[in-house]
Structures are given as C-alpha cells and as structure tokens.
C-alpha cells in the first residue's frame, strides 16, 4: 500500500496475473471489481436469494435453534461453534443470525481482544478455555484460537516456532474438547478476491459500517496469496474425524447464514425436531474440508 499524490490509500494487488491498484478511499467501486464480484471464488450461484426467501427460511431456522436452547437447558448439553473465514467473509453477520431469537442468558458470543501480557505468558489455549460453555449454553466464537493459524504468522504477531507448535497441538486438544462431551462445530466461511474487495469498498463508504474497516483489514488486502496458504495448510492438518472442517462458500450471506445454521441443526439430536423445517443443506456452497474448496 502507498499513498498518492492526493493522499490517499492506494494497494496494489495482483489478481489473475494482471497488476489493479484499488484505492481505498475512492467511493466509486471499480468495474473489474463490480463485474466480477459475486462470481468469484468460482462461486456456483447467479444470483443472490431473494429476500422474502430467506427471511422465510430463517425465521424457521431461528425456531428450531429455540428448541435447541429448551433441550440444552433440559439436558445440560453444551453446544459451541468457531466462526473462522476469510475478512469480511460474513462471520459476524452469521453469529447474529443465529443469536437473534435465542435467549442470552443462556448463549453467549465470545469475541476476544488482543491478548493481555498477562494471558501473553499462558498456554495460548488457556485464554479460550474460560470463555468455554458450561452445563446448557450455547457459545459461539467469532475467530478463535485458529488466529495463530491465520492472522498471526502472515502479519507478524508470532514465530514460527509459535506457529508450529500450535499447529501440532490443536488436533490433541479439540479431541480433548470433544471427548469432554461439548458439541463442538468448526466453520470457514470462504470468500472470493473481488468480493472482500467490494466488502471492504462497502465499508469503507458506509458511515454505519466504517467501524468494521481497520487498517489490519487494508494490509491484508495485498497479502491475500499468504492467507491462501495458511488456511490450505490449517484444513488439511486440523481437519479430524472428531473436528471436522465445514467450509462454506459465502459470497451470497444469506445463503451462507441458512446453510450455517442448517448444518448445526442438522447434526444435534434435540427434542422436536422438525426435518422439514431445517430443510436440505446446499452442498453446492457448504462442504467438509480443503477437498471442498477444490470443486
């Protein structure tokens, strides 16, 4: 990134083998960007779902996560989802879309600031313990421990040594958080080029969602290719029988909120379940793993 003459922010990237400057503060979105944008990332949908669609199909979703606070609070069953993905990917929208109707004393969001240097000196999970759920809650996670599989080592924020040691270590412990009996849910929600880089332009112009838009998130910009190669590398070795990866492919949100929450409901077994209101998942655009990002 460099600024103009003008001074503004400028990046350069390079998609496709063809040099872009994309500048920041430019509140007109670039053609190459505009054109191509829901489309990329190979995504397999023409069009977004309608919005009378979708606000039908969550409304039913949304019932049935009710249900799943009755039965957890009934039981004591202990339910907690990592949200992990791409920047401006949809993590936060996700979150709020399976929080709306639940009750929040007994689901929570966990999302953590930068480590103190009290916690800097702990085991790097022990921060992420405590926020774990106890007997009956629901605890979703935006970003997670899975920062030192992403952000951490493109950015600078660890070692390397730092970076393979949580890498060996995060399979032995999630079979530890699996076997302690919790329902325990991983999801990436991927995102094409263009598409972050409209995100972005959309916040960046937007007075209600400028806050979303850091400087981390515009230096990430031009290190695309290194965020590739960290989360290709952390779904092929933290992918596991007991933690699996499930991948969504998430330029359209609303078709990546639905199939989310149709993936969490479809895999509990809770009191009056109704399978026909969670409806079928789109395996089109949510899949298990780095195989699925290959199709």
């Known amino acids: 990134m460099h600024q103009d003459q003008k001074g503004t922010r400028v990046v350069e990237l390079e998609i496709d083998g ?9 509140p007109v979105l670039p ?14 949908h023409k069009k977004k779902l309608k919005e009378n669609e979708y606000i039908r199909t969550l409304t039913k979703l949304q019932k049935e996560l009710v249900k799943v606070q009755f039965w957890q609070q009934a039981t004591g069953q202990r339910v907690m989802v990592v949200f992990e993905g791409r920047d401006a990917a949809g993590k936060g ?36 313990v405590s926020h774990f759920p106890t007997a009956g809650e629901f ?43 919790i329902h325990f849910f ?3 929600l991927n995102l094409g080029r263009e598409m972050q880089i409209k995100r972005f332009h959309d916040r960046r112009h937007d ?8 400087s981390m998130d515009i230096a990430a910009l031009s290190r695309w290719d290194d965020y590739t190669d960290k989360r290709n590398r952390m779904l092929k070795e933290t992918h596991t029988d007991h933690a699996p990866w499930v991948v969504v ?6 078709r990546a909120r639905i199939n989310v929450i149709r993936h969490i409901l ?30």
């Open 18 to 26: 063809e040099k872009r400057l994309f500048d920041v503060d430019d």
């Open 31 to 44: 053609d190459w960007v505009k054109d191509s944008a829901f489309s990329s990332g190979d995504y397999p």
């Open 93 to 128: 929208g996700a979150i709020s879309a399976t929080m709306a109707y639940m009750n929040p004393r007994s689901a929570r969001i966990v999302a953590l600031t930068k480590p103190t240097t009290t916690e800097q000196g702990q085991w790097y999970f022990q921060r992420y």
């Open 139 to 181: 605890v979703l996670f935006d970003r997670s421990w899975y920062n030192r599989a992403g952000v951490e080592p493109v950015m600078g924020f660890c070692t390397q040594e730092q970076y393979e040691h949580f890498m060996e270590q995060v399979p032995r412990f999630e079979k530890m958080v699996v076997k302690e009996g």
């Open 186 to 188: 991983k999801v990436w």
């Open 207 to 214: 007075p209600l969602k400028v806050w979303k838009l850091s």
């Open 249 to 254: 492919k998430a330029n359209d949100k609303r």
């Open 266 to 295: 479809s895999s509990l077994d809770y009191e009056d379940k109704d399978e026909s209101a969670i409806g079928e998942i789109d395996d089109k655009i949510l899949g298990f793993g780095y195989d699925f990002l290959k199709k």
